[in-house]
């Protein structure tokens, strides 16, 4: 069973930046295809940025411009840099690993095996 462990969230203001972090122990990052999603309150959980096994990048709308996927392959870790944050991006925010096959956009559709257990982005004066 493959572990997500998810880091970085906390309370920031309107406008401010975060960066979010997630680790693959015992995995290997190019073995899979990298998600972020989140879900807001009374919403569904929501995939918002994919990184194919390749290195291979698809956001959302919502976020595009704003948030950027990474990866440090030497510490097995993906990033989600975020910048710009609205209220709205208020939710928690969780990575998950999928297929390595899997095309950036194809992985923004689902299919993900593999989820971490989440941490809570809070954007608020």
């Known amino acids: 069973q493959l572990q997500l462990v998810e880091s970085g969230g906390g309370l920031v203001q309107p406008g401010g930046s975060l960066r979010l972090s997630c680790e693959l122990p015992g995995g290997t990052l190019g073995y899979y295809s990298i998600s972020w999603a989140r879900q807001i309150s009374g919403r569904d959980r929501e995939i918002i940025s994919c990184m194919s096994s390749t290195g291979a990048t698809a956001y959302v709308d919502s976020v595009k411009g704003r948030f950027t996927i990474s990866a440090d392959s030497d510490k097995n870790t993906v990033y989600l840099q975020m910048n710009s944050l609205k209220s709205e991006d208020t939710a928690v925010y969780y990575c998950?690993?999928?297929?390595?096959?899997?095309?950036?956009?194809?992985?923004?559709?689902?299919?993900?095996?593999?989820w971490g257990k989440g941490t809570l982005v809070t954007v608020s004066p």
């Open positions: 998950a690993a999928g297929p390595r096959y899997f095309s950036s956009t194809v992985c923004l559709g689902g299919g993900m095996n593999y």
